[in-house]
């Protein structure tokens, strides 16, 4: 769909992930740089941190939780995106977005948008929620 086609109220459900594996969490640490061993040690997540196993990193959830945007908007620019981490996303999760179109206005280069978004796992628990603005995409010549 694209930008200018989006009215308030539209909305959009995607399933970002299925079946979350610790090799994503590796590969994950590997591309971030992020090797807190709190996503990548299972002895030290259990045993020093308390955990039942190793947790997903936060900013690997957050990208996952954009494919909505891209899963669903064609040639948009990203203006802003913001999350607020809920719940812990573990190996094995399933997550699905639902994005709601909140307010449509005129930008000075053509139509922006406004989303609010919800991150739940497989029982339906919030693990994120968050808003993306989006702007329509311009053109190189124009930047």
Known sequence: MRLEQLTEGDSHSQV???DL???QLVMYAGASGDFNPLHTDEVYATQVAGYDKVIAHGQLTMGLTAKV???WVDEADLSAFGVRFK???WPGD???VSATVTSVTKGPHGPE???AFSTT???GVEVVSGY???REAWAVEDR
């Open 21 to 23: 594996t610790r090799t």
């Open 121 to 123: 796992n497989q029982d």
């Open 113 to 115: 948008a406004e989303l």
């Open 87 to 89: 719940n812990q996303v």
């Open 132 to 134: 993306a603005r989006l």
């Open 16 to 18: 970002v992930v299925h």
């Open 94 to 96: 399933t997550l699905t």
């Open 69 to 71: 945007v891209t899963g």
